[in-house]
């Protein structure tokens, strides 16, 4: 008898983890060839197509401004948490691009200088600085962005021990490097660039940050894992099936598919998160 009401517990709480996220959404954004979004700390949303155009909505999903770049090229970083800036890295074109709150360029930069041979992902940092990963001798380095030198170059080859590291991104997150490597998982550094530790958490898509969690869908769940002990859990059905994924703001919650935006006032369950 006892088992029985430990696995009716179980249950019940698997069933209430995964409760369906049921109020209307605020805004449905349709957006062609939709590629990466990012909330700023005021809930706007900024979002870009595969060609880096970047477009910028309220935060009630009405469109506020629009921003095509001198040289076209798909993004493989779009960054709006920052208190200031809007940072954009492209792969293709090996630049990278500060643009103000209203999409008004502030810098840009080629990487293709003598100190980096294959930038394949990069992030904004504190104090001027922009993390790259160079691909081609597999380090992590700090460029100053405003005299353009290379600050300190940690290799990694040695010290994380695999073969193939296919990384997907790299981002800052309360002074702390996060490197995304979807089929491994994700590697945390300190700010200098030392290996902290490694969360055991394949299949994350893109970086989704609320307080000391990860977030991402997965099998049409929104999941969570504690950044602090690795801890996954499940916290409410996606309410979109056919959503791939998911980035929060401060009282906004976006979850995109292929071609639509649904934004969602953040519901209790994630806020509640601690």
Known sequence: MKKLWVIFFLISGLLKAQEALTE????TIPFQQLDLISFDTKDQIFASNTK???YLYDS???????????RQGKLNQLEANWTVNIFSFSYDLQSYQILDRFLNPISDGSLMIP?????????LGNNNVVWIWDESDFSLKRMDFLRKIILDSQPLNLILDIGILDVKEIREFKNMLFMNVPQTGV??????GNLIKKLEQQG???LCFWKEYLLWIENETIWSVS??????SPLMESPIPEATGIQ??????????????????????IKTLN
């Open 187 to 192: 590697f945390i550094f300190d700010n200098q």
């Open 227 to 232: 950044i602090e002990n690795g801890e996954k």
């Open 248 to 269: 929060i703001g401060q009282e906004n919650i976006a979850i995109y598919g292929q071609d639509k935006i649904y934004l969602y006032q953040l519901p209790e369950k």
């Open 52 to 54: 880096g155009d970047i």
């Open 204 to 206: 994350i898509e893109r």
């Open 24 to 27: 209307d959404p605020i805004a």
């Open 60 to 70: 009630k999903g009405s469109q506020k401004n629009y921003f095509s770049p001198p």
């Open 115 to 123: 100190d980096i041979n294959l930038a394949k992902a990069a992030t």
